[in-house]
């Protein structure tokens, strides 16, 4: 069972403000993906990187995978209070049928 | 149209009841899976489902069973709940897409007393 490892754990910061959150494993993935957990929700799939290096945009998210698919992270430019939740990362690694889930990143965005 | 449903959203137990919760899904995947996600401890696999009849065990699987008996629903049983299992359960489908992620229910909170 791969270890994905969330950094930080907890973050709170003023509307407006820039931040990154990291999803780090010692395993090699197959693809990564980024959720995004809302109180009493599931979690809500935000995107998939399959390629090492792979930068992806989703407004204003910017989600990018290590060049040696080994950890990938999220950047959140402007950040509004919309944007607070709970951070998942997921690896996929050989059969896909199973992923493994970090513990999460709990973002608040202060207004 | 939310496409997963779990069935109850919150129930309370007593230690030692058999409790089944219930995963109902419309968009016809093959794979389901039951998660618990427990503070510090993130999303635990429990148990998935490959097809009808055909399950496996994840990380915690230990005192749980499950059934698929029909495409669109999958059957999460604590034989004896324990308050150990107090959780919040998440049931999740997929399709057999490498690209595709999941798509979540809004989770059962069960409370085992």
């Known amino acids: 069972t791969q270890l994905l490892e969330q950094s930080p754990q907890f973050l709170s910061i003023q509307e407006g403000e820039n931040l990154t959150v990291y999803c780090n494993s010692s395993s090699v993935f197959s693809s990564l993906q980024w959720y995004r957990q809302e109180p009493g929700e599931g979690p809500v799939l935000l995107v998939t990187v399959v390629t090492g290096g792979e930068v992806k945009k989703l407004k204003r998210l910017t989600f990018q995978f290590g060049d040696a698919r080994k950890d990938s992270s999220l950047h959140i430019t402007a950040a509004q209070p919309g944007d607070t939740g709970l951070y998942l990362c997921a690896a996929l690694s050989g059969g896909y049928q199973k992923v493994t889930f970090g513990t999460g990143t709990k973002l608040q965005v202060i207004p | 149209d939310a496409g997963i449903t779990q069935s109850p959203r919150h129930k309370v137990t007593e230690t030692g009841t058999p409790v089944t919760l219930r995963c109902h899904q419309t968009e016809n995947h093959r794979y389901m899976y039951w998660y618990r996600q427990d503070p510090g401890h993130g999303l635990r696999l429990i148990h998935y489902?490959?097809?009808?009849?055909?399950?496996d065990k994840g990380e915690v699987s230990d005192g749980y069973s499950v059934s698929r008996s029909k495409t669109e629903d999958f059957l999460l049983t604590l034989e004896s709940a324990t308050s150990s299992q107090t959780s919040v359960y998440f049931c999740a489908i997929r399709s057999g897409s490498r690209d595709y992620g999941y798509t979540f229910g809004s989770g059962t909170r069960l409370t085992v007393v």
């Open positions: 489902s490959y097809g009808v009849k055909d399950t």
